[in-house]
Each structure stands twice: as structure tokens, then as C-alpha cells.
């Protein structure tokens, strides 16, 4: 009678297999990994860790405005300090280069984060950005949306318009020049209407792209008179509320 032949395992079995000296582990199971081992390091990795809680909490902070969880006073105080600290961190060159830009580091990073991403694009809290879309009260598209703005505070919208213009005209196109004096504009000018006046929207437009500027890129000729003609407009329209 034939013996039938005998069955292979599916896998081979490492009857002869010796370890390679080469290929064991050197450190002990029990023994802490670091992931830094120098202070340069540590301060980077506890940077990118901050920016990374930072658009986890904006993104949740965002949410509970949206669900009206939040009074807008308290929104806006924790959204600007949350803008703020972001762009702190991110002027250090080495966390720079490392963060690369905010769709690369959610890429790698595996988070979503839309409501973040889109105020951290604005770089303004909402009530900011969007006040007649979140004040309470009459219709926007009547004098009574108007808030009751004292004398200084039209002043200061009007000096802060007249500002920007001027760094303007003595040719301050760099980002770093015009990104804050721009935002003084909008803010000031939210204390006096949250009427939707012309051209308003173009210096939300303008705020975006200039944040999405480097800090020592400038805008070009055009760019720049551009930017006049459009601001020069939202000052006309802005003065129009108070009539």
C-alpha cells in the first residue's frame, strides 16, 4: 500500500531560524521612548502640540456659537485670543517650516475641523466678520440697524479709515503693515452700524487675502490700487450709514 504524501503546513516552520544579533533590539521594553532629545525639540513638538488643541478647541468653539451655546461677548474674547495665540506660535520660523501650512498639518495630523479651518482663514471671530448675520434686532436694510455709536467711536472709525488709506499712499504694501490696521478698520467701524453697507464685503475680501499673505509679502502695484479703489469705496458707503 502507498503512503500518501505528507501534508505541508500552510506556513513554512522556522525550525532552523537563529536570531541575527544584528536585528535585536538593544533598548529594554520597559524603557521610556522620547520623542525629543534635545530642547530645540521639545520646544517645536509642544508648539505644533499647542496648534493642533488650539484648532480643536476653535472648531468646538465655533460649533457652540453656531448652537447659540455661547453669548456672543464671551465668543468673540475667546475666538480672538484663540487667533492670536495661533498666529504667535506660528511666527517662529522653525515651527513654521514644520507646520508648512494648515492643510498640510491636518493632513498629517488626520483631523477635519471645517468651522476652525474657515476661521482661522478669516482670521476674525464671527461677530467680527459677520455682524449683521449675527446681531439681533431690526432689519439690516433699515437706518434702525444702526447701533447707538457715540461721537469718538464714528471718529475712530473714520481715523482708522483714513489711516489705512494714507499707509496706503506712502506705499506700506507689505502684510505686517496692512493686515492690522485693516482689521482695526472692520472692528471699528462694527462698533458704529451693522448695517450691510457697499463694499463692505471687500475688506472682509481683503483681510482674507492678505492673511493668507507671508508677513513680509507685499502686494503689487495693482494689487495696491486695487485695494484703494475698493477701501476708498467701503469708506463712501461706511460714511453713507450716517446720514
Given amino acids: 500500500m502507498t503512503t500518501p504524501p505528507r501534508q505541508l503546513p500552510y506556513a513554512p516552520t522556522p ?3 537563529l536570531p541575527n544579533p544584528a536585528l535585536t533590539a538593544t533598548i529594554s521594553l520597559d524603557e521610556e521612548v522620547k520623542l525629543s532629545t534635545t530642547a530645540a ?3 517645536l513638538y509642544d508648539s505644533l502640540a499647542e496648534i493642533y488643541s488650539i484648532i480643536i478647541t476653535l472648531d468646538g468653539l ?5 448652537r447659540d451655546s ?3 461677548s464671551e465668543y468673540t474674547e475667546l475666538c480672538g485670543r484663540l487667533l492670536n495665540q495661533y498666529k504667535s506660535i506660528l511666527k517662529d520660523d522653525t515651527v513654521s517650516r514644520e507646520f508648512v501650512d494648515l492643510d498640510s498639518f491636518k493632513s ?3 483631523i477635519e475641523c471645517p468651522r476652525a479651518t474657515e476661521r482661522l482663514r478669516v482670521n476674525l471671530p464671527a461677530t467680527i466678520a459677520e455682524p449683521s448675520a449675527t446681531h439681533s434686532g431690526p432689519s439690516n436694510n433699515t437706518p434702525q440697524s444702526r447701533l447707538s455709536a457715540t461721537g469718538s467711536q464714528i471718529l475712530l472709525a473714520t ?3 483714513i489711516t489705512f488709506l494714507d499707509a496706503l499712499r506712502l506705499h506700506m504694501f507689505s502684510k505686517d503693515s496692512l493686515h492690522p490696521l485693516l482689521s482695526e478698520v472692520i472692528q471699528s467701524v462694527n462698533q458704529v452700524t451693522t448695517t450691510d453697507f457697499e463694499n463692505r464685503g471687500k475688506i472682509i475680501s481683503w483681510l482674507i487675502r492678505l492673511n493668507g499673505m507671508k508677513a513680509t509679502e ?3 502695484e ?3 490700487r486695487q485695494l484703494t479703489f475698493d477701501l476708498e469705496g467701503a469708506y463712501a458707503g461706511f460714511k453713507a450709514t450716517l446720514n
Avoid: C, H
Fill in 222 to 224: 495693482e494689487e495696491a
Fill in 218 to 220: 507685499e502686494l503689487g
Fill in 159 to 161: 481715523e482708522n479709515f
Fill in 70 to 72: 455661547v453669548p456672543e
Fill in 15 to 17: 525550525y532552523s531560524y
Fill in 41 to 43: 525639540q521639545r520646544d
Fill in 108 to 110: 498629517k495630523w488626520d
Fill in 62 to 66: 465655533e460649533k457652540a456659537y453656531i
